[in-house]
């Protein structure tokens, strides 16, 4: 357990149904195919079931790693009872929590966790209901309790809630509504797309957003959006809107013949990955807006796919109970992990720092010198070795003459 | 299961074969209803079966005189799960059928090995209750080979048969003789114990050789399936846990259940 937070590993969070978060673990970040489930916290009660999970928002291109590292190995979960709770993502041990007092089932729709200030974690949540709240918590030694900062109502029913990595713009969708975006300072509306138009049959389809996602955690502006498509099917569209663009979507293409699920737009930005309801898990690519390679292996409704922050790493669950990690540019299946109960949260964890480039450098050039001190000794020694047999074979002649010589 | 109700249906405009497949499932799965379909949206039906108590709902689907579906679903927010009815037989065309007795079956589930199987398998067994009437000998199987669910419906009798001698047929495990003294309660019950142990022992020895013969009841078809879904019927907006050839070529050599 003490090399968990070791440089250069992997590690992922999964929520799942029964309440359960696992850590799934593999030493070397380049050894994906040896990652296993290694920790397991949790009741196992439907009641609690994990239906969010994440870590504290890396702010942008500057990897803020001033923060300690507690604050670093954080994990939020909200449970479908309603209760908020900040987990030591590396003990387990809960560190913040917030139960929901109130009777009426009202399961989180989303949930952001940001950890600007030295002791304090913000947890942004937003309910199926439409309230979202703003809770604080001081993470110390023992359990702190989360108390709610603000709180405000969005239209319900909200099905995913997205934030932006500084909180300035929330992006909110649902059975029913189009996408909202929200300002958190001022808790007003920013923005609200148009209800599609009639198609050429006359018919609008019920506006639905079953996933929404930033393309970019630093860009307020850009949202990927999955909706309905042709009215009567269970077709979905991917769109993406341009808040300054325009009320409608500036791009859309036609995934497949079930419900988005998930989305996971690449840190690159050059596309997203996109899962279904079927299970079919894909990338679109946004140059031509259009599949650019389907990821083999999922069986079951897509719940979450997740991005790994710096490496080209996808990790994707659902309802097949698997955690699988895909290679993204090869879009093939690196490994799955078979966790027993239906994951419905990821969330990659960058508790441990990256190595810095130089630091890589210098370790590389040491394995290389090393390695060619030892080609050369092995040299040395088999030219030695050499040297030797040649020098017994021609002592041996000699010998062997003048023993002759003596016979003689 | 005190709250066990089934509610069958089947799909609009059913035919005559419909309702002679009907009269022998009704017979054959206790505490289940017929609604007739009369054009209700499924998604509909489900919430008025939930209302009124149903515990599941199945519906048969046929067309052009052929049953070749069958949807069950578990309310209520239980899995629904798709399946493909091939080889339907009704009883009165098996040869030697047998009327199935009011008695709880016993359930066999053979095969279903993965976790896929076990969710499928469990489904289809919550739909019999879960104490069964062993005097009744009935027995409904569902065995998967291949993917394959074969169903069959029968009623056992056993028959002990020692060395040289005749068969002799034991309806459970009492052997009635035609010459048996007439004997009180208590006397009988001593006797039937001694004569199972008898018995048992026998067979254990190797004397006796036990045998179970057959007599199929009941409709007798296979089922294969289509896909499952997690909450109750939805095929637009609903999540599935597995569906069959997603998009892709047939696989005739991964099996799933």
């Known amino acids: 357990m003490s090399n968990m937070a070791a440089p250069g590993s992997l590690r992922i969070f999964a929520g799942d149904e029964m309440g359960f978060v696992k850590t799934i673990f593999s030493e070397s970040s380049e050894q994906v195919a040896l990652a296993t489930m290694v920790t397991r916290w949790g009741e196992g009660q439907r009641r609690l079931s994990a239906d969010c999970i994440c870590v504290p928002e890396a702010s942008g291109s500057t990897s803020d790693y001033s923060s300690s590292a507690l604050m670093r190995s954080l994990l939020a979960v909200a449970r479908a009872n309603g209760s908020l709770e900040i987990l030591n993502s590396l003990t387990g041990e809960m560190m913040a929590s917030f139960s929901n007092i109130q009777g009426t089932r009202d399961p989180y729709a989303g949930l952001h966790m940001f950890t600007n200030n030295a002791e304090k974690v913000t947890l942004l949540s937003c309910t199926q209901g439409g309230t979202m709240r703003i809770s ?17 109502k969005v239209v319900a029913p909200v099905s995913c809630m997205r934030a932006t990595s500084q909180m300035s713009t929330i992006a909110v969708g649902g059975e029913g509504r189009v996408l909202a975006l929200w300002d958190a300072e001022t808790q007003k509306l ?63 293409m036609d995934f497949g013949e079930a419900m988005v699920t998930a989305l996971a737009p690449a840190p690159n930005g050059s596309g997203a990955f996109v899962g279904d309801a079927h299970g079919k898990l894909a990338f679109v690519d946004f140059r031509t807006f259009r599949i650019n390679g389907i990821l083999k292996g999922t069986s079951g409704s897509v719940r ?19 955690v699988r990690f895909h290679d993204t540019q090869k879009k093939s299946l690196l490994h799955s992990v078979y966790l027993k109960q239906v994951g419905l949260s990821l969330a990659f964890d960058v508790c441990a720092p990256p190595i810095s480039q130089d630091v890589v450098e210098d370790e590389q050039e040491e394995q290389a010198a090393a390695l060619v001190a030892e080609e050369e000794t092995r040299k040395r020694k088999q030219k030695e070795e050499r040297k030797k047999e040649r020098k017994e074979k021609k002592n041996g002649g000699k010998k062997r003459r003048q023993v002759e010589d003596d016979d003689e | 299961v005190a709250c066990l109700q089934v509610l069958m249906t089947t799909s609009d405009h059913p035919s005559a074969i419909m309702f002679h497949f009907l009269e022998d499932m009704l017979r054959m799965i206790p505490n289940a209803t017929y609604y007739k379909r009369g054009g209700y949206e499924l998604k509909k039906i489900c919430d008025y079966a939930s209302g009124r108590d149903f515990t599941h709902v199945v519906i048969f689907n046929e067309n052009r005189k052929l049953i070749n579906g069958m949807v069950v679903i578990y309310l209520p927010y239980g899995p629904t799960a798709h399946f493909r009815i091939s080889n339907m037989v009704l009883s009165k065309k098996i040869k030697n059928h047998g009327k199935p007795t009011r008695h709880r079956p016993e359930l066999i589930l053979n095969n279903f090995t993965t976790r896929l199987g076990h969710r499928v398998g469990r489904l289809l067994a919550t739909m019999w209750p879960h104490n069964p009437e062993f005097r009744g ?121």
Not at chain 1, 307 to 322: E, K, S, V, Y
Not at chain 2, 179 to 206: H, Q, Y
């Open chain 1, 136 to 152: 604080e918590a001081e993470i110390g030694d023992s359990c702190a309790s989360l108390e709610e900062k603000t709180s405000w």
């Open chain 1, 190 to 252: 920013k923005f609200r797309a148009k209800v599609p138009d009639p198609d050429f049959l006359g018919l609008r389809p019920k506006p639905h957003v079953s996933s929404l996602a930033f393309l970019n955690s630093d860009d307020e502006n850009k949202v990927l959006v999955a909706g309905p498509g042709q009215v009567g099917t269970s077709k979905h569209k991917v769109m993406l809107y341009d808040v300054k663009a325009g009320p409608r979507p500036q791009q859309q």
């Open chain 1, 304 to 322: 979450s796919i997740v991005h790994h922050p710096t490496l080209p790493i996808i990790a994707c669950t659902g309802l097949d109970r698997f």
């Open chain 2, 137 to 257: 000998r009935r027995a409904v199987t569902f065995h998967n080979q291949r993917d394959f669910i074969f169903f069959r419906h029968h009623r056992y009798i056993f028959e002990t048969r020692e060395d040289g001698k005749e068969r002799k047929e034991h309806k459970g495990h009492l052997a009635k003789e035609a010459d048996e003294p007439r004997l009180t309660k208590d006397a009988k019950n001593k006797l039937k114990s001694k004569k199972i142990k008898k018995e048992v022992k026998d067979a254990a020895a190797g004397k006796v050789s036990v045998s179970a013969r057959l007599q199929e009841l009941g409709p007798r078809f296979c089922l294969r399936l289509q896909s499952l879904n997690r909450g109750t019927f939805n095929s637009k907006s609903g999540e599935f846990e597995w569906i069959r050839n997603n998009g892709k070529s047939v696989t005739r050599k991964k099996f799933v259940l």
